[in-house]
């Protein structure tokens, strides 16, 4: 058994010192939290050299003596049971080892686990039923690293090495969608990180744990999302639904007429909410949830969920059609993932259908998809469908945002998706372009 000990970043003037274990023909890391003066650190002695100018050399070997003494405790244990652990289970042990060493009876503590207060936390919050199902994703992730590495995860665990194991897990984790094996997205590892990261802080504010962490990166990729143009939302408005219709687009889905007609009605439903969202530039808890509106209303208000912030919007003309046409009686709230699927057979019915190709992160690698339009029509395309429009139609990006209740330009500017060609057509009539 070796322990060994280096610098983390040479080429910084201070750097955090690691220690490196290895016996049963493994290695294994564990991070001391000592940091050093890299100029003073001898790599072939795995200690600082004694120099006059450098006061804390003492002081960092004697930490690093205490932390040699641990780490071969540590290791010990497992070399008596001949069992070759796993990083993880390693770490633990080195915990255990510090706290007996400091006088702790570590039979009297009682260990809060991370996925268990998780669990706790999804169910007695007031947080949105979306942010709770992503909350519920991130909990069922953990589970299943869990057991690959037979192991329970309480918040000491949650370190930099559990960062790199549990992001490499995802990277590699498939599942499958419409029959085709996949790796999980960029921006979708990106969340499972975060919510992690704000479990690992909520147990810290509730005085589960004094610990901190660092380096927990949430890296995300801007996504190419679609809008609906103009022309196809007048032409989703217009879209009469029959049975005909559903049998040519659809085929024989549904079991008899009057499944038919009860699936006619509920499209109907979420085609005046997608559209009532895509003029309105909402998000999607805001356009689901408007009541009390009139055709003779001139304007549509509403204090958005997120926000806090009042919006106040002039009430488009197709929407004006759809209160006259419903007698001002608006449709019931149907969940996010219900509406989602819907949009999607709505936008086949319309022949939404261009091609859009897509790039994305996957599995770590950068791939380009190409579906059909409608494919990719969900609840949020409403809101995105309404900032590119209004931007489209000339309205200045504060009024939109007045609008759509954005609080920042960069948030806002996320939702504009047009292609170079229609900016460029925006402008070809300007003055700039024609003296």
């Not at 007031?126 to 942010?131: A, E, F, K, L």
């Not at 549509?300 to 046409?325: A, D, F």
């Not at 029509?377 to 309404?386: D, L």
Request: with cysteine.
């Amino acid at each position: 058994m070796t322990v060994k000990f280096f610098v983390r970043n040479k080429d910084k003037q201070k750097s955090a010192i690691r220690a490196i274990v290895s016996f049963f023909g493994k290695q294994y890391y564990y991070a001391v939290g000592v940091t050093v003066n890299t100029a003073f650190w001898n790599a072939k002695k795995n200690r600082c050299r004694n120099d006059r100018d450098y006061d804390d050399a003492t002081y960092v070997n004697q930490k690093l003596d205490l932390w040699e003494t641990v780490l071969k405790s540590a290791a010990h244990e497992f070399e008596m049971k001949f069992v070759s652990p796993t990083q993880n289970e390693f770490s633990k042990a080195v915990d255990r080892t510090l706290r007996v060493h400091n006088g702790e009876n570590v039979n009297d503590e009682k260990t809060v686990y991370i996925v268990q207060f998780a669990e706790h936390f999804k169910n007695n919050n007031s947080h949105s039923d979306r942010r709770n199902l992503n909350y519920e994703t991130t909990i069922r992730q953990l589970a299943e690293y869990e057991k690959k590495y037979k192991t329970k995860l309480n918040f000491s665990d949650i370190t930099l090495d559990f960062y790199h194991s549990f992001k490499n897990f995802l990277l590699e984790k498939t599942y499958i969608k419409n029959e085709t094996v996949r790796h999980y997205a960029k921006n979708t590892i990106a969340d499972r990180i975060k919510d992690t990261k704000f479990f690992f802080n909520e147990g810290r504010r509730q005085k589960h744990h004094d610990l901190h962490i660092e380096g927990f990166a949430v890296e995300r990729e801007e996504s190419d999302s679609i809008y609906l143009t103009v022309e196809e939302l007048v032409r989703l408005h217009r879209l009469e639904i029959t049975e005909d219709l559903i049998l040519n687009k659809l085929g024989n889905v549904f079991a008899g007429k009057d499944e038919i007609n009860r699936k006619i009605a509920e499209l109907n439903d979420n085609k005046d909410r997608f559209l009532i969202g895509a003029f309105t530039a909402m998000r999607y808890g805001d356009y689901s949830g408007i009541e009390n509106l009139k055709s003779t209303d001139k304007f549509i208000s509403k204090r958005t969920q997120k926000t806090g912030i009042k919006v106040i919007i002039p009430m488009h003309r197709i929407i004006r059609e759809i209160l006259e046409r419903r007698n001002n009686i608006l449709p019931e709230f149907v969940s996010n993932s219900d509406l989602n699927k819907d949009l999607k057979l709505l936008g086949k019915l319309a022949d939404i259908n261009d091609d859009f190709t897509k790039t994305i992160t996957r599995g770590g690698k950068r791939i380009t998809e190409v579906h059909k339009k409608y494919e990719l029509m969900q609840t949020h395309t409403a809101r995105r469908s309404g900032c590119t429009n209004m931007y489209l139609a000339g309205i200045d990006i504060y009024t939109i945002m007045g609008f759509s209740g954005h609080t920042t330009e960069s948030s806002f500017r996320k939702y504009i998706k047009i292609r170079q060609e229609e900016n460029a057509q925006r402008f070809v009539n300007h003055p700039f372009f024609n003296k």
